[in-house]
């Protein structure tokens, strides 16, 4: 087959650019680029990338847990701004200052695990009022057989719900479980604070370019930026998801060619339907209509 359009992992550098779009619309409650970015920025630094350019955002930290290689970190930063801190999340988070508005992505590879758990924690009882919270997990069952034992082993038996059986969670049901999980612990850490604070999610997509993944994100809220929160008008951004009902992401595999013959008849009228290219299925036009504008340019 010819070759295909798109960079290494397509649904991953969608969701970076969702999750932007998202950032931009922070503007009712501030200027994106007042806020701090705190994230895990690996070797690439895609999403460091994505916040400077896109919003401005000047305060940026990378935590990385390669401690050993760290050098190699900070060599590959994109801007030297960035400030590479090597350890744990669970070590550097709460050492970080949290006395100004924060964009924090915990971008894990690993799924679900008390640590993460912890992580969560820590950025939830800090965060002032009107940041946002995004968290990656891997979603990928277990073996059927094991998935109940490890996930009971990686987050506690009592965070583990009832229902959470071995068939519940094969296919995406690791995910949904682990969503319910985090936004028990997120609704509970934020019931604990004195600012009567509240978790409002917008974004919840799983995808997979490889492994099954998920990214849930929202932004904590309190009576005094509530009305700001809404005037940010999350929920006319067709992606965001407020609730345990995700956003399944699919990037059609298409050629460049493909790609551009349905490029020239975008955009498309309300209710006109586009032309594919032979092979070419409804099912994938349908799915890049949705996702096209997030994909990378083509050359
Ligand atoms: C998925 S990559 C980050 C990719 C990047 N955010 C992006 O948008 O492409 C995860 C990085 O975080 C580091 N990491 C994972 N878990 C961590 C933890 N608990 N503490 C510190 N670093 C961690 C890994 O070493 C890796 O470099």
Redesign the pocket.
């Known amino acids: 087959m010819a070759r295909m359009s798109y960079e290494l992992?397509p649904s991953?550098a969608v969701t970076?650019r969702l999750f932007v779009d998202v950032l931009r619309r922070l503007s009712a409650v501030a200027a994106p680029s007042d806020y701090q970015y705190v994230?895990?920025?690996?070797?690439?630094?895609?999403?460091?990338e994505?916040v400077h350019r896109q919003l401005g955002i000047a305060k940026m930290t990378?935590?990385?847990?390669?401690a050993a290689h760290v050098e190699r970190?900070i060599w590959n930063r994109p801007y030297g701004g960035i400030e590479v801190l090597a350890?744990?999340?669970?070590?550097?988070l709460p050492s970080l200052d949290w006395s100004q508005l924060s964009i924090v992505?915990?971008?894990?590879?690993?799924t679900q695990t008390a640590?993460?758990l912890a992580?969560i924690d820590t950025v939830a009882s800090r965060l002032l009022p009107g940041s946002v919270l995004a968290v990656?997990l891997n979603a990928h069952p277990q073996k059927l057989g094991e998935r109940v034992a490890a996930l009971e082993s990686a987050v506690g038996a009592d965070r583990v719900p009832l229902e959470a059986s071995e068939a519940r969670l094969g296919q995406w049901g690791l995910a949904d479980v682990q969503w319910e999980i985090l936004n028990a612990e997120l609704r509970r850490t934020l019931s604990e604070r004195a600012d009567s604070a509240v978790w409002r999610q917008v974004l919840n997509i799983h995808y997979q370019d490889a492994a099954r993944m998920q990214i849930v994100a929202g932004v904590v809220s309190n009576p005094a930026t509530e009305r700001l929160i809404d005037q940010c008008r999350f929920s006319d951004l067709d992606f965001v998801r407020a609730g345990s009902d995700a956003l399944r992401l699919k990037v059609p595999l298409l050629t460049l060619p493909e790609r551009s013959w349905l490029n020239r008849q975008l955009p498309v009228a309300a209710g006109a339907a586009l032309d594919p290219s032979p092979g070419v299925s409804e099912a994938d036009v349908a799915a890049y209509l949705d996702i096209y504008r997030y994909l990378e340019a083509l050359p």
């Open positions: 992992r991953k970076r994230g895990f920025g690996a070797l690439e630094f895609a999403d460091f994505l990378s935590i990385e847990g390669d970190y350890g744990r999340a669970s070590t550097i992505w915990l971008d894990y590879t690993s640590e993460v992580d990656t």
